[in-house]
């Protein structure tokens, strides 16, 4: 790889001056790294979106449970409670 100089310290009007120091080859690899790692972190975030949607289907069918659980249970308290009562009677 070349070393980077400065710049020309002579710029036109609009403030431009050109970079000097960096080949074609260099910057086109640079961008084609910069891809890759775009690539990458794309994929990361892919991933991560899809473990929170696992956990929140998990904790879903849980709940789905716990509440179909409490209603059976509700129901046999329901059934002992006129049980009890029909004795009582």
């Known amino acids: ?3 980077i100089k400065a710049a020309p310290k002579e710029a036109s009007p609009d403030g431009y001056a050109p970079v000097v120091g960096r080949s074609l080859a260099d910057v086109e690899k640079l961008r084609e790294l910069e891809g890759q790692a775009a690539a ?3 994929s990361d975030y892919q991933h991560i979106v899809w473990a ?3 956990l929140w289907a998990l904790f879903a069918a849980y709940g789905l449970f716990l509440w179909r659980r409490s209603a059976r249970l509700r129901a046999d308290m329901d059934d002992l409670r006129r049980t009890l009562d029909a004795r009582r009677a």
Do not use: P
Request: charged share 35%; aromatic share 12%.
């Open 52 to 54: 929170y949607g696992v």
């Open 40 to 42: 990458k972190t794309a």
């Open 1 to 3: 790889m070349e070393e």
